[in-house]
């Protein structure tokens, strides 16, 4: 694909809705660059959300502020922990539709710790977090690479690791008041090879939210290493009708 071939925002015909991109755990919002521009030469309205990932209530409250810049209905996107922020934040009139990736989908009075507490079944793993340190939790970076993103070039792994984004143990652990899924579309997109957030665990949380399910080939990386098929996972949400 030729560079020029990249349609400007200002220029593309926008498509009447807007998507909120909400990233996870242990990483910064640049991971959305690719699925970003796919979706803006699509014609969306695509929002970036950078969340400090300290405490939910914080994250929760930037994702707020997204949504209420957006210039249309919404569709809120959220990776691994983003789904626990799109689930409190997800309760706004604007959004029209909830998507989830390879996310945490939890009920009123549940956290991502709770749910992650949920064994994971034979032949799965499960995120290789070390113990807590001054409130903060990582992923230990010498394992980050094949945990998170075992189908990413390994240079962009390494630095990845090297990169971490400390997770506050407030937003792992604070449970969230509502679950707009149970009253809005949702979709969610289960990473079979995910070794973060078990498989049977994605299609566990999905099936109890009445979500529509899809499933693909990936680590849990997913917007990284199939950015295409996660932008046309999105772009799904995005037809219902607002």
């Given at each position: 694909m030729d560079?020029?071939?990249?349609?400007?925002?200002?220029?593309a015909?926008e498509?009447?809705?807007?998507i909120?991109?909400?990233?996870?755990?242990?990483?910064?919002?640049?991971?959305?660059?690719?699925?970003?521009?796919?979706?803006?030469?699509?014609?969306?309205?695509?929002?970036?959300?950078?969340?400090?990932?300290?405490?939910?209530?914080?994250d929760?409250?930037?994702?707020?502020?997204?949504?209420?810049?957006?210039?249309?209905?919404?569709?809120l996107?959220?990776?691994?922990?983003g789904?626990?922020?799109?689930?409190?934040?997800?309760?706004?009139?604007?959004?029209?539709?909830?998507?989830?990736?390879?996310?945490?989908?939890?009920?009123?009075g549940?956290?991502?710790a709770?749910?992650?507490?949920?064994?994971?079944?034979?032949?799965?793993?499960k995120?290789?977090?070390?113990?807590?340190?001054?409130?903060?939790?990582l992923?230990?970076?010498?394992a980050?690479?094949?945990?998170?993103?075992?189908?990413?070039?390994?240079?962009?792994?390494?630095?990845?690791?090297?990169?971490?984004?400390?997770w506050?143990?407030?937003?792992?652990?604070?449970?969230?008041?509502?679950?707009?899924?149970?009253?809005?579309?949702?979709?969610?997109?289960?990473?079979?090879?995910?070794?973060?957030?078990p498989?049977?665990?994605?299609?566990?949380?999905?099936?109890?939210?009445?979500?529509?399910?899809?499933?693909?080939?990936?680590?849990?990386?997913?917007?990284?290493?199939?950015?295409?098929?996660?932008?046309n996972?999105?772009?799904t949400?995005?037809?219902?009708?607002?």
């Open positions: 560079g020029n071939d990249i349609a400007s925002p200002a220029l015909t498509t009447g809705t807007s909120v991109l909400v990233h996870g755990a242990f990483v910064d919002a640049s991971g959305w660059q690719p699925v970003f521009e796919l979706l803006t030469r699509q014609g969306h309205e695509v929002i970036v959300v950078q969340n400090q990932t300290l405490t939910l209530e914080g929760v409250e930037a994702t707020q502020r997204a949504i209420t810049t957006a210039r249309h209905p919404v569709v996107v959220g990776h691994s922990y789904g626990a922020v799109i689930t409190e934040a997800g309760h706004s009139q604007k959004v029209k539709s909830l998507a989830y990736i390879a996310a945490f989908v939890p009920d009123a549940e956290s991502v709770l749910l992650n507490d949920e064994p994971a079944k034979p032949g799965e793993a995120a290789p977090v070390m113990p807590p340190r001054d409130g903060f939790l992923v230990d970076p010498a980050f690479p094949l945990a998170f993103a075992a189908d990413v070039a390994p240079e962009k792994t390494r630095f990845m690791a090297a990169a971490q984004v400390p506050g143990l407030m937003a792992a652990t604070t449970p969230v008041s509502r679950a707009p899924w149970k009253t809005k579309p949702s979709f969610y997109l289960v990473a079979t090879a995910d070794r973060m957030v498989p049977s665990a994605q299609r566990r949380m999905a099936y109890r939210a009445g979500a529509s399910v899809f499933e693909i080939d990936s680590s849990h990386a997913v917007m990284l290493s199939h950015p295409l098929e996660t932008a996972f999105i772009a949400a995005a037809d219902v009708p607002s």
